[in-house]
């Protein structure tokens, strides 16, 4: 599920990118104008065992069997270096010799000796979402995710985070749990003041209690411009990257298609939308696999094997059997993409809207993306890969950087 919120695959790119979004956001000069940054899950979530997510029990231990934890601190030191404001801790527990097998919101080495003393981060540091207090979420009773720590009471969670030295605890909603602390003597002043007068130096650089009010007047000239949302789809259009291309696009305008988990109305007044029949090609849109997961909160995590079980594939196969055959895969994960590689057109998506695909197939606006990851040949290479190496899958069926033509 973590894979949508990066970058991809290269820790440089990754890297780069990364500082370009945050000096966007900040503007030249951070102040009133600016927004304010969490650039998150410190130290990296992406070594997580079996590709499982820190938030539940079964996907807690990140691993470094490559020994490759610095490559995964270089982004957030060149978020460091780029300016950002805070920083948001992972739910993981680090498996690396020494460790404390605590979640990383209560490790003191991570927060203060790798976060604040070895990279010199003094902007506000977060918790994720959570770790004191039981939460219900979309109807799930989810168990606060203080890995290591389970059990501790809330209080006394609170004062091992604060010891690590976190200043704010996301998604908490009991702040008399850390008066109490303090009240009681577990926790100084000057060790609360030290957090609260980084968060009011945040408020105060945003203008925050000069302007008390937003500007609702200001609102409609500000949010939903045509001009931003035609850039937003122009640029959603250019990150399509065309994997394979049988069949020379862009298509003329009026081709018959028949559409399969696409908008109708998207394609109004450029293609002519027909039955299978009458089709000259299929145009069909999927989800990059995955395994679902039970309750409502879980269920939104996409996670598990990367590749069609049996029906799903014999399902889709068939739909590319049809004739002439688009494919649109939607890559929130890498995916297996070696059963449907038949398809005369194989196309990656990011999330794109339909529109901004019609665009691309007509050619409205070129489809300029590369991947941002490789995409393995087998589950089996996925299985026999190290989780904290990136391009450590043995032949991938296409790789980082690639899209077709060069």
């Not at 937003?232 to 049988?246: K, M, Y």
């Not at 069609?308 to 494919?327: H, Y």
């Amino acid at each position: 599920m973590r894979v949508a919120g990066t970058y991809g695959e290269d820790s440089a790119t990754v890297a780069a990118l990364t500082a370009a979004q945050l000096r966007g956001l900040h503007g030249a000069v951070f102040g009133d104008s600016s927004i304010s940054t969490m650039t998150k899950h410190f130290p990296g979530c992406g070594p997580q065992r079996d590709g499982e997510d820190p938030r539940f029990v079964y996907g807690k231990e990140q691993d470094y069997p490559g020994g490759r934890m610095e490559e995964h601190l270089a982004p957030f030191i060149a978020a460091i270096a780029a300016g950002t404001r805070q920083i948001l801790l992972s739910y993981g527990v680090p498996t690396w010799p020494g460790s404390a097998g605590v979640g990383f919101c209560f490790d003191r080495d991570v927060v203060t000796g790798i976060l604040r003393e070895r990279l010199g981060f003094d902007g506000i540091v977060s918790t994720d979402w959570g770790v004191i207090n039981d939460l219900n979420l979309l109807g799930q009773d989810m168990p606060a995710p203080a890995w290591g720590l389970e059990e501790l009471t809330p209080e006394q969670r609170i004062l091992r985070a604060l010891e690590a030295g976190v200043d704010q605890f996301g998604g908490e909603y009991r702040p008399e749990l850390v008066v109490d602390l303090v009240r009681g003597g577990a926790v100084t002043q000057d060790r609360l003041d030290a957090s609260a007068a980084r968060i009011l130096r945040e408020k105060f650089a945003l203008g925050l209690f000069d302007q008390r009010r937003v500007d609702v007047d200001r609102v409609p000239e500000l949010v939903g411009q045509p001009r931003d949302v035609a850039t937003g789809r122009e640029l959603q259009t250019r990150s399509l990257t065309v994997l394979g291309d049988r069949i020379g696009l862009p298509l003329a305008p009026g081709t018959a298609v028949h559409l399969d988990g696409l908008d109708p109305i998207a394609f109004g007044g450029i293609a002519t939308v027909v039955g299978p029949e009458e089709a000259q090609l299929t145009i069909v849109r999927v989800e990059a696999p995955f395994e679902p997961r039970a309750g409502g909160f879980e269920a939104l995590f996409h996670a598990g094997s990367l590749e069609l079980d049996d029906a799903a594939a014999a399902a889709l196969s068939a739909k590319l059997a049809t004739g002439s055959t688009i494919l649109v895969v939607d890559l929130d994960r890498p995916a297996i993409l070696r059963p449907h590689v038949e398809a005369d057109v194989l196309i990656a998506a990011f999330g794109a809207s339909d529109r901004a695909i019609v665009d691309g197939l007509f050619g409205r606006q070129p489809m300029e993306g590369r991947l941002p990851f490789d995409l393995p040949s087998s589950e089996a290479h996925v299985e026999a890969s190290r989780t904290d190496v990136a391009f450590d899958t043995e032949s991938p069926l296409f790789t980082q950087g690639f899209r077709a033509g060069g």
